[in-house]
């Protein structure tokens, strides 16, 4: 038994030691003002022993559909390499590439990268702008402030659902857009569906049980909200285990002389939509929200998890007087994945950034039975 003990107890120092030495390439790497995606790695905690899993290639997801429109990531078999295009991703900029190659240009596609532009508030690496009117912000205090969070593995923890289901994105990489092309579709292929199946399948190799719901919301556009919080409803009430609540989205930023702004910035080498978190405040018309703040300190660490793991990947924080359903949990987001002048595989890319960043901050607040 001493034996055995001891060899448990040189295998986990062998363990820790790996992932120290992995974790400091990984700071080396970004203190160059780069993210080396060669070393990097996920680690998580099983009880007192400690795991790494290398990015690898490949991935292989199982999924089982709970009702309608609706599908349980269940279990997967690799982490797949975060930088890799999906095949269906390559299969349709390869289709559209060929149908649109006569496409007349009617106007241009500016790329912007966000780091401190309209921030009003900087605390290290998490900035935020503040737009609500009687609500001062400390971030320093917020990021200090303990969340109420305990995450059992096993059981879904994490819903994505989409408001605006038919959000889209451009298919092919150029700095101008056709009118005759619309970047709405119910087509879960290329929409904004598709980039909430990335999340979930992602967060799923990552040890999480995800469920996203691909019901359309927003056929009655001004009904969206109303339509999806009945759908957040439903599964809190089938699954009470649910804490994080993601409403995934892509922006929409066109100038007054017609030009269609994407946020952009190259991570690892490859071009990455940057993403923005809506967070909300109960003041003014907003009512019965009594537990933003609550949602606001998610919303801090995450932003401060993602920037972090992948710097530059974010815009600051939309800290607004609004509520967006937000008030159903305490963990409940609006997040912007791009904008309509983003491709499809920019917007994926991220997909798959914020799901490891999400990922690592729930390795911090997993239940250990």
Request: glycine share 4%; with cysteine; aromatic share 8%.
């Amino acid at each position: 038994m001493k034996n055995n003990n001891e060899k448990d107890k040189l295998l986990e120092f062998i363990s820790v030691a790996i992932s120290l030495m992995l974790a400091a390439a990984i700071f080396m790497s970004n203190s160059a003002g780069k993210v080396s995606f060669a070393v990097a790695s996920v680690m998580f905690r099983s009880g007192n022993k400690v795991q790494t899993h290398a990015v690898s290639m490949n991935s292989t997801t199982k999924t089982t559909s709970t009702s309608a429109g609706t599908t349980a990531v269940t279990a997967s078999k690799k982490i797949s390499d975060i930088t890799q295009t999906p095949e269906d991703i390559k299969s349709l900029i390869k289709k559209y590439t060929e149908l649109f190659a006569d496409d007349k240009k009617d106007g241009d596609i500016s790329s912007v990268t966000y780091i401190s532009k309209g921030a009003t508030h900087t605390f290290e690496n998490v900035r935020v702008k503040n737009t609500t009117e009687t609500k001062s912000l400390d971030i320093e205090k917020v990021l200090s402030q303990p969340l109420e969070l305990s995450v059992d593995k096993s059981k879904p923890a994490v819903l994505i659902f989409h408001s605006h289901t038919s959000e889209g994105y451009e298919l092919i990489e150029r700095d101008w857009y056709a009118q005759d092309y619309t970047s709405r579709s119910n087509d879960e292929s290329r929409n904004i569906v598709r980039v909430g199946t990335e999340i979930a399948n992602y967060l799923t190799d990552l040890g999480y049980t995800v469920i996203h719901d691909k019901t359309i919301h927003d056929d009655s556009y001004n009904d969206s909200y109303p339509n999806s919080r009945k759908t957040v409803a439903k599964h809190l009430e089938e699954h009470p285990e649910i804490q994080i609540v993601l409403d995934i989205h892509r922006d929409s930023i066109t100038l007054d002389n017609g030009v269609k702004v994407k946020p952009v910035n190259t991570i690892g080498g490859k071009k990455a939509a940057q993403l923005m978190i809506i967070t909300g405040a109960q003041e003014g018309k907003v009512e019965d929200f009594p537990d933003w703040e609550y949602n606001l300190r998610f919303a801090l660490q995450l932003q401060k998890k993602c920037e972090t793991m992948f710097p530059g990947l974010m815009r600051p924080v939309l800290f607004s007087q609004r509520k967006y359903n937000m008030d159903m949990t305490r963990f409940s987001l609006l997040i912007e994945m791009g904008s309509e002048a983003n491709t499809l595989e920019e917007a994926c890319y991220s997909g798959r950034m914020l799901a490891a960043a999400l990922a690592s901050f729930m390795d911090e607040y997993v239940k250990v039975n």
